[in-house]
């Protein structure tokens, strides 16, 4: 992957990577509908509900086997959750499944999958001490069902680890079933934008948000923020 500037909001691919614990998540899901990739694959349909994924995308996507992949879309095609669906791509046609619109229970299930604590908070906050002096963490956009939202996530801090950072990111991914976008900031830097009305920085802190780490003051030092 090519570094990005700490101070860039990026969209990264999920690949390979540890999955991250969600909170009502993998463990009451999972009895739910007995297999954790199940949640995951349903995570990721309904969170792109208009494109095409072909079987070794949705494996990639959610980190589990090509054979529990295609186990799990041949489930969910029975059940009406998914179906068939061909797509263009680079001159080619791409044979993948796609969320079916006219699926019945679909505002239950979003309920169920995406309502309460989307994630563990504690143990979101104990990861990205990991990277750094962390000062604030900020959740927005799909952590707070706010999908439009330019961010879902901001990080300000001391001395942060890029690539420690990307790794959380790609985790995180993995579970939710979609693409985070994120913006990470030393925290001098933070509050000169922020002071500076950056409009990036200003779309998340002057609207609704949860604050998972909010220490040292930054906020404080920011013009018209709610603390």
């Given at each position: 992957m090519v570094p990005i500037p700490i101070?860039?909001?990026k969209r990264l691919y999920s690949q390979g990577i540890e999955p991250y614990t969600l909170s009502m998540s993998t463990d009451t899901l999972s009895a739910i509908f007995n297999s954790p990739a199940r949640v995951k694959v349903m995570r990721l349909f309904l969170l792109n509900r208009d494109t095409v994924f072909a079987p070794a995308q949705v494996a990639t996507w959610v980190n589990v086997s090509s054979p529990?992949?295609?186990?799990?879309?041949t489930s969910l095609a029975r059940a009406g959750f998914i179906k068939r669906k061909k797509d263009r791509r680079d001159g080619r046609t791409v044979d993948g499944w796609m969320f079916d619109q006219k699926f019945e229970y679909t505002d239950s299930l979003q309920q169920l999958l995406?309502?309460?604590e989307f994630v563990n908070k504690t143990?979101?906050?104990a990861r990205f001490r990991k990277t750094g002096r962390i000062k604030l963490?900020?959740?927005s956009g799909i952590f707070t069902q706010k999908p439009?939202?330019?961010l879902d996530l901001l990080l300000v801090g001391d001395n942060l680890k890029r690539s420690a950072i990307e790794r959380i990111v790609r985790s995180l991914e993995g579970e939710i079933g979609r693409e985070v976008a994120y913006a990470a900031f030393?925290?001098?830097?933070?509050?000169?934008?922020?002071?500076?009305?950056?409009?990036?920085?200003?779309d998340i802190i002057d609207f609704p948000h949860e604050k998972v780490v909010n220490q040292g003051g930054l906020l404080q030092r920011v013009p018209q923020v709610q603390v």
């Open positions: 101070s860039t909001p529990a992949a295609r186990k799990e879309l995406f309502g309460t143990e979101l906050a963490l900020l959740l439009d939202a330019r030393e925290s001098e830097e933070f509050v000169y934008r922020a002071s500076m009305y950056d409009k990036l920085i200003r």
